[in-house]
């Protein structure tokens, strides 16, 4: 599995994601600008000492991964989601998109994608879940679905 974090913010939720992805399999994506350098302390910390471990690649924009990945399957999630992501059917070569905490994914990219999911929530709060409990939620489900490969 891919994990795609667009343009993260916050150096705790990346170092946090990071180590899912350690503990998972998973390899990691950063698509610049990123809000914090990868040497800052707060992501080694989050990460504790599993960053030797991350299967990780930085990409300087969103077009770049794409190229590289082009044939590639790219599920987006977003709260502006069509479909629940409980729902859909992943396979081991799947790219999950995820957008920064603050501002999600852009517009433009959600009205291009071909698959774009969303997570549950109630709507009386115009917030959503920690980026990082996202990832853990959805990946899990992934890998779930394909009968936790490699993991026991």
């Known amino acids: 599995m ?3 974090l667009v343009e ?10 990071a180590r899912t992805c350690v503990m998972t399999g998973t390899k990691l994506h950063l698509v610049e600008p ?3 350098s990868l040497s800052e302390k707060e992501v080694r910390r989050s ?6 471990y991350l299967d990780l690649e930085v990409h300087r924009d969103f077009e770049a991964l794409r190229e590289k990945y082009g044939p590639a399957r790219f599920i987006y999630f977003s709260t502006r989601g069509r479909s629940y992501y409980h729902q859909f059917n992943y396979s081991p070569g ?4 995820f957008g920064s905490e603050t ?3 852009d517009r433009e990219v959600l009205d291009r994608a ?3 999911l969303r997570i549950p ?6 917030r959503s879940l920690n980026l990082g409990n996202s990832v853990a939620l959805v990946l899990y489900e992934a890998l779930r679905q394909q009968g936790f490969p490699g993991m026991k």
Request: proline share 8%; aromatic share 10%.
């Open 2 to 4: 891919h994990l795609v």
């Open 8 to 17: 993260p913010e916050i150096p705790q939720n990346t170092g946090n994601v």
């Open 34 to 36: 990123l809000g914090f």
């Open 47 to 52: 990460g504790l000492d599993y960053w030797q």
């Open 94 to 97: 799947d790219f999950l998109v």
């Open 103 to 105: 501002r999600g994914l």
């Open 114 to 116: 071909e698959i774009a």
């Open 121 to 126: 929530m109630i709507n009386q709060i115009p």
